[in-house]
């Protein structure tokens, strides 16, 4: 959609929303008084794998705050995975923000049966779909951003912090709307010692000298966000001719034709590791000297657990997306005039905000990374 088109739309649909609020019974009360009693908690995040790894420090946050109360995440299909193990979080539910119409009408049924006291609705843009969810439980709190008209569907409505944060630090500003303050908690994700074990046992299999394993993970959501078959096929090329160091291609089952496409392009034989199993990329990436990928949900689970990163950042507004830490390298064309333009398809064709990170550039700070004796992981 054309951006000035698409801001009409938004403003006219904030002016609607306005209108109707009084008819809603969502006037804004902030959080009532006897918050400290809080029992049942849901926080949603029904969207991608990053985001969810960004909503951690949140769930320990709230726990902290309040070690009684029962917390829920309603999450996606595609991101539960990831928390199954999290000892801060007590149940899990899943919907799709694709639902249908009778499935999503099953789901608000099954959530006000709950009888949640707080609903957390964490999402910083435009689109009202969690926003109308989170009323519809009929919570007597209900937390969330500001944003072209969202906030009528909440109790407790925040203003987006200027200029924003990282998206943990945006997270735990929302969280102080229901007296929890707090900050310098770090993404984590918790894996069974099987699953890691399994891990274990594959990278001694390909790695049986003991050579350092890197991880290459070329997937990214949008074509604006990938560095580029060449790129990783030319720096496994450089890679290999490391003494000590193993190149690993890493994906899922979306990711086969960037992979088929690597690996078309080197001349000696690279590992590949292709799995639909979340929890068992995530053992895999525990596993790893340190990760190269793009600004996506790989970079985030890597930085959740430990792994030192490399990764290539083009559109997306960088404060939002850096890793926290000084293990990772954030390569990124700065001095572009269009950078941090936020779209998924390049406007003026040339996606020059990839092409000027090259593989030698990225070589360089991966070889930084590894003798840094703080990120020093061992494989």
């Known amino acids: 959609m054309n951006p000035q088109i698409k801001l009409i739309y938004l403003k006219l649909r904030a002016a609607s929303l306005a209108a109707i609020k009084p008819f809603l019974g969502s006037n804004s009360h902030g959080v009532q008084q006897g918050a400290h009693r809080f029992r049942k908690i849901i926080f949603i995040r029904t969207d991608r794998i990053g985001d969810m790894v960004l909503s951690t420090p949140a769930f320990k946050a709230i ?103 990282g998206i943990v630090d945006l997270h735990l500003a929302l969280l102080t709307r229901m007296g929890i303050h707090c900050s310098g908690i770090e993404p984590e994700l918790f894996l069974r010692e099987e ?45 290999m001719k490391n003494i000590g160091v193993k190149p690993v291609v890493l994906g899922g089952p979306a990711d086969i034709p960037l992979v088929k496409g690597i690996l078309s392009r080197t001349n000696a034989s690279v590992p590949v590791m292709l799995s639909s199993d979340l929890r068992e990329s995530m053992a895999l990436i525990s596993q790893l000297s340190a990760l190269v990928c793009n600004n996506s949900g790989p970079l985030h689970i890597a930085a959740a657990l430990k792994v030192p990163t490399v990764s290539f950042m083009g559109p997306t507004v960088k404060s939002l997306w850096t890793p926290a830490g000084s293990c990772h390298r954030v390569l990124r064309a700065d001095d572009l005039d269009c950078i941090g333009c936020n779209n998924g398809v390049c406007r003026i064709g040339t996606l020059e905000c990839m092409q000027r ?15 840094q004796s703080v990120c020093r992981k061992a494989a």
């Open 195 to 239: 699953e890691m074990e399994r891990a274990r046992r594959w990278v001694r299999r390909v790695a049986p000298e003991g050579e350092r394993i890197i991880g290459l993970h070329p997937g990214a959501h949008y074509a604006t966000q990938r560095w580029g078959i060449r790129n990783y096929a030319a720096l496994a090329e450089l890679l």
């Open 357 to 371: 990170l090259t593989p030698e550039i990225a070589r360089e700070a991966l070889a930084e990374l590894l003798n």
């Open 63 to 165: 726990k902290t705050a309040f070690p009684d109360a029962a917390l829920t995440v309603l999450a996606s299909r595609a991101n539960y995975p990831l928390i199954q193990s999290d000892p801060y979080v007590n149940e899990i539910l899943v919907h799709d923000s694709s639902a249908g119409l009778k499935e999503t009408a099953r789901m608000v049924r099954r959530l006000r049966s709950r009888r949640f006291d707080v609903v957390i609705d964490p999402m910083t843009g435009y689109d009202a779909q969690t926003a109308f969810l989170s009323y519809l439980t009929q919570a007597e709190t209900r937390v969330g951003f500001v944003g072209f008209g969202r906030e009528v569907f909440f109790s407790a409505p925040v203003q987006l912090p200027e200029p924003k944060p």
